[in-house]
C-alpha cells in the first residue's frame, strides 16, 4: 500500500465549477500536511499548508481529518488557470522529517 | 536568491553508462531531498539528508544508485550502470528546520534522464 493514495483524475471542469480532491495517508505519526502544484513539464510548488482545524486560501479550502487519515482540498469558481496537478504531500518525523508525495491528481479547467 | 540548482536539465544517455546528477540547495537549509518522478509511480522519495547525514535511503531503488552530500552546499545522485527504465525527471529539493517544524520544500528544475 503506497504511503500517500490520490485519485490520479483526471477532473474535467467548466470554468466556475467546484471541485474536490481526497487524499489518505497511511502513517499515523505524521505530522504537517500539505498540497503542492505542479504545472506541466514543472517543479512543484507549495498551494498551501493544511491546518487541523481547516483552513482557507481565497478560493482553495484545505481539511484534515487526523482519525480518518484524510486531506481533502477543495476548489471554488475553478479558473482556467487552475489547470495543473494536485500533489498531496505528507511529513513524518522519523529520524528526520520524512516528506512523501502523493502522485497526484490532475485537473483540467475548461472554457 | 538562486533557489535550488541542478545540472544537468537534460541528460541523454546509453544503456550501461554512469550517470551522475547534481544539486545545489538554498544556502542556509538543512534538509536535502532527491526525488524521481515518472507518469506510473508519480513522485517517489529517493533518499533524504539533514546536515549533510543520509537520514532514510529507503527509496533508492536498487545499488546501482547512490548519493552524496560531501558539504551543504552540493549532493550527487550516481546511477551505474543506468538502465532504460531509470528513465524519468530527477528533482532535487531543499529545506530548513525552524523550530520543531521543518518548512516547505524549494524544488529545483530538475533533470530530464533518457537512458536509450
Known amino acids: 500500500r503506497k504511503e500517500v493514495e490520490q485519485d490520479p483524475g483526471p477532473f474535467n471542469v467548466p470554468e466556475g465549477a467546484t471541485v474536490a480532491f481526497n487524499c489518505t495517508y497511511s502513517n499515523s505519526a505524521s505530522q504537517s500536511f500539505f498540497w503542492y502544484r505542479q504545472d506541466c513539464r514543472k517543479e512543484p510548488k507549495l498551494l498551501m499548508s493544511v491546518y487541523s482545524s481547516g483552513n482557507e486560501d481565497g478560493r482553495f479550502t484545505a481539511q484534515l481529518n487526523r482519525a480518518s487519515q484524510y486531506i481533502s482540498l477543495l476548489i471554488r469558481d475553478s479558473k482556467l488557470s487552475d489547470s495543473a496537478t494536485y500533489l498531496c504531500?505528507?511529513?513524518?518525523?522519523?529520524?528526520?522529517?520524512?516528506?512523501?508525495f502523493g502522485a497526484g491528481t490532475r485537473l483540467f479547467v475548461k472554457a | 536568491d538562486a533557489g535550488v540548482i541542478q545540472s544537468p536539465r537534460h541528460e541523454v544517455t546509453e544503456m550501461g553508462q554512469e550517470v551522475t546528477l547534481r544539486c545545489k540547495p538554498i544556502?542556509?537549509?538543512?534538509?536535502l531531498f532527491w526525488y524521481r518522478q515518472t507518469m506510473m509511480r508519480g513522485l517517489e522519495l529517493l533518499i533524504y539528508f539533514n546536515n549533510n547525514v543520509p537520514i532514510d535511503d529507503s527509496g533508492m531503488p536498487e545499488d546501482r544508485f547512490s548519493a552524496k552530500m560531501p558539504n551543504a552546499s552540493f549532493s550527487t545522485l550516481k546511477i551505474q550502470p543506468s538502465e532504460p527504465r531509470d528513465s524519468a525527471v530527477y528533482f532535487c529539493a531543499s529545506s530548513y528546520t525552524s523550530g520543531v517544524f521543518n518548512e516547505k520544500l524549494f524544488f529545483g528544475s530538475g533533470t530530464q534522464l533518457s537512458v536509450l
Open positions: 544556502s542556509g537549509h538543512d534538509y
Open positions: 504531500v505528507v511529513k513524518a518525523l522519523t529520524g528526520g522529517f520524512k516528506t512523501i
